[in-house]
């Protein structure tokens, strides 16, 4: 038999996906939130026990799918050669991921237009500058670069990254080579 802790968890995760699925499927405006529970057979009240509203429930799908996304690609990188490598593969991969369809959607067009795009900014530099800052100090201990301030050259590379995928989604133009050359130059300055 299920405990409650189960059951709340079944609901919840129903919630999300079917949330997920009409906002893919019909995007932010049509997706309502009395349609999504008649879908799913659920009641307000279900709903309210775990967010108060779509715009809660819009930002639980952004801030999993930008967490999933940046573990994924941090998971594919090469991590046995360096930290500076791994960043860079990290960041390569990042893109990637991010010309998937629905993961596009939900991080450059759902997310942003729902939250904000500064809510949507803070959401995602929480998952990824901490894992860009610890390359990066992993890399000044190695010795790989000179000392330098993390915080600020993981921003710099943040929005790089960013800014390419979004240039590749938006005009499908091979820009990863540029990228590769860029962060490649940033190192480049870095190094000791």
Request: with cysteine; glycine share 6%; hydrophobic share 40%.
């Amino acid at each position: 038999m299920a405990t409650q802790k189960q059951r709340s968890d079944s609901t919840r995760s129903l919630l999300l996906n079917a949330f997920r699925a009409s906002l893919l499927r019909k995007g932010l405006e049509r997706t309502t939130t009395q349609g999504v529970l008649l879908e799913i057979g659920l009641s307000k009240g279900a709903m309210y026990h775990h967010f108060r509203s779509k715009t809660e429930i819009v930002e639980a799908i952004y801030t999993e799918e930008s967490r999933a996304a940046i573990e994924r690609a941090f998971k594919k990188a090469e991590q046995n050669q360096g930290p500076l490598v791994h960043l860079k593969s990290a960041c390569l991969a990042w893109t990637a991921e991010v010309r998937v369809p629905s993961i596009s959607k939900i991080l450059f067009e759902i997310g942003p237009t729902a939250l904000g795009p500064e809510k949507a900014k803070e959401i995602e530099n929480a998952h990824s500058l901490s894992l860009i800052e610890g390359l990066l100090e992993s890399a000044i201990v190695e010795g790989e670069i000179s000392k330098t301030d993390p915080k600020l050259i993981a921003s710099y590379l943040n929005a790089l990254v960013e800014q390419t995928a979004l240039h590749y989604l938006r005009r499908g133009e091979g820009s990863l080579d540029l990228l590769d050359r860029s962060i490649e130059a940033i190192f480049d300055s870095l190094r000791a």
